[in-house]
């Protein structure tokens, strides 16, 4: 099911945005939103994704890409409740939060591998979703806990 545009939902789409965080997620993924899930290719500016940190995150700019990607396959999420069945394909790059007894950290998503979590798989050609984050911080997705890339300063505007 998709969103309506925003102007029948009464946003407003500014031209240019400020950026402060990168997500990158096969189109499937199911993103966790103040409206409930979603899929990431469904999402548009101005959703509001459930952040760990922040309670919302804003999202600021949505983009699709189409490129070959190092992946790995994340076995069943963490996340009992949200965990898809199967497990998620990844990019390899993308930070995912691991935590354990003792700590907790963004481990890109291939060295989940060592930890016998995922399983590497190379290079496929995927589309993916960009989701430009108002703020850094971490988004439930597909079960797991998806940490933001920073952007740096001169890519923080998108138009």
Known sequence: MKHE???????????VKAVDGLILLPSSAVVQTREGGLPAEHLMPGDELIARGQGYVRLSHVSRLRQQVRTVWVKDGFLPDMAPTGGVLLPAHQPVLRRDVRHEMALPAQALASLGLAEEIGLRQLTLIQLWLSAVDTIYAAGLEISAIPVADRDRRVA
């Open 5 to 15: 545009p925003a102007a029948v939902s009464g946003r407003r789409r500014p031209s």
